[in-house]
């Protein structure tokens, strides 16, 4: 090994970590490389460079000169070492640099938890076969290892309850199983805020009801084998009766299906989320519900624009303006109360929500809209509360939307240039 920086250390490290012996050279001189089987060459010096390659090639050695794939012999991948899971990551020489980092954050996602899980896996699979059970019923048995909770219990090291819950799925195998449910929140729409769960139901799902609001940017987690059921849950547009989703979750987490209910938002915040949960826990299905970034909060901050702040408002509340007829007067009380109102799809009653709130806080409180926020589509329009509407009119928004009133809005001199900057990235 030739060099002495981090990266020659640990190339030297894994190297002796498979059980080579190494010897490691701070300089090269002629001759240096006799007697060995494989050279490393991370000097970054081209003239050493150039003299390794040219001994290395009149030796026959194999020869990998870092960030010089026109002379390497080999590559060298970077490796996730989770024995017996191994996952090795190679740019073919293009940027070592990238293989590293891209090992450091699969690093991350696959703990050391991965290790004696696939070690499980191996042991039932074994055993499966030696029992001449079908296939397909192993296949189901592996997809409901990965899904259960045995990983997380190993990661808590909980060995002999990991043990349990493994050797029962696999006592399962060949037999029906009942499937579940997921209501899953999709957040505001740039999946970068999905949180890891919700990911990882997207990807273990067999079926995907999703709302017309759920991105397709968020849509294309999904698995491969994921079916995916538009429901059209949409202000002013298509939308399937609420029974009609319920029955058809029911009916397919009872073909042993797992299930993911995909909500924009978070599903318990005007999303029905707690109706569909009644529904399917009166049904005797398994319910997991896994929280996201509602609109009600994302919005405001994408527009650069703080709930709270000190000095300026130490409360907030959030409510719908989608049935603001229906409201009475506790959209009234609601401004009256709170330093913040987050009001959520705004626009079929813009005009008659914010006369409304006017005549509460006046009509030269702050104001402004946010529609597609954190998409590329983001667009914030801030106006007082009585000229609002007639802003929105000279340029016109498409939903989703979020209205937010109150001092907050002009309390950051920086705040447009933030609204910019989180629609640009």
Not at 203 to 211: E, I, L, N
Request: net charge negative.
């Amino acid at each position: 090994m030739l060099g002495t920086d981090e990266l020659a250390r640990e190339k030297s490290a894994g190297l002796r970590a498979a059980g080579a012996a190494v010897r490691e050279l701070p300089t090269f001189e002629e001759g240096s490389l006799a007697g060995a089987r494989l050279v490393f060459d991370a000097t970054g010096d081209e003239e050493v460079n150039r003299r390794v390659w040219e001994e290395a090639e009149r030796l026959d050695i194999l020869v990998n000169v870092v960030d010089r794939p026109e002379r390497c012999r080999f590559i060298m991948p970077a490796v996730v070492n989770r024995e017996p899971l191994l996952v090795a990551i190679s740019t073919s020489g293009e940027s070592p640099f990238l293989a590293s980092a891209l090992r450091a954050r699969l690093e991350r996602m696959l703990g050391a938890e991965w290790g004696p899980f696939v070690a499980r896996v191996g042991a039932i699979r074994r055993a499966l076969r030696a029992e001449g059970v079908p296939l397909a019923a192993q296949t189901a048995v592996y997809r409901r290892l990965l899904r259960s909770g045995v990983r997380l219990l190993l990661r808590e090291g909980r060995q002999s309850e990991a043990d349990y819950e493994a050797a029962a799925i696999a006592a399962s195998a060949g037999r029906p199983q009942p499937g579940r449910v997921a209501l899953v929140g999709a957040g505001p729409g740039d999946p970068d805020l999905l949180t890891l769960g919700a990911q990882e139901r997207l990807f273990d799902a067999d079926v995907v009801f999703h709302d017309a609001l759920v991105s397709a940017a968020v849509l294309a987690l999904a698995g491969p084998q994921a079916e995916l059921v538009d429901v059209g849950k949409r202000a002013g547009g298509r939308s399937t009766e609420q029974t009609a989703i319920n029955q058809a979750m029911i009916e397919a987490a009872r073909a042993g299906h797992e299930v993911v209910r995909l909500k924009g938002g978070d599903p318990f915040v005007f999303g029905r989320g707690g109706e569909e949960m009644a529904a399917l826990l009166d049904a005797g299905i398994e319910v997991i519900v896994v929280p996201g970034v509602s609109s009600a909060l994302a919005a405001p901050a994408a527009a650069g624009i703080p709930l709270t702040m000190r000095g300026v408002a130490s409360s907030f509340a959030v409510a719908t303006a989608h049935a603001a007829d229906e409201e009475g007067p506790r959209l009234e009380r609601l401004a009256e109360a709170a330093d913040t109102l987050i009001l959520l799809m705004p626009l079929a009653t813009l005009r008659e929500t914010a006369a409304r709130l006017a005549r509460v806080v006046g009509l030269q409180r702050p104001a402004a809209l946010v529609s597609g926020a954190t998409t590329r589509q983001q667009a914030v329009i801030r106006a007082p509360l009585g000229g609002l509407a007639n802003a929105v009119l000279k340029s016109p928004l498409e939903g989703p939307a979020v209205l937010v009133v109150g001092e907050v809005v002009d309390a950051l001199p920086v705040a447009a240039s933030l609204a910019a900057a989180a629609a640009d990235a």
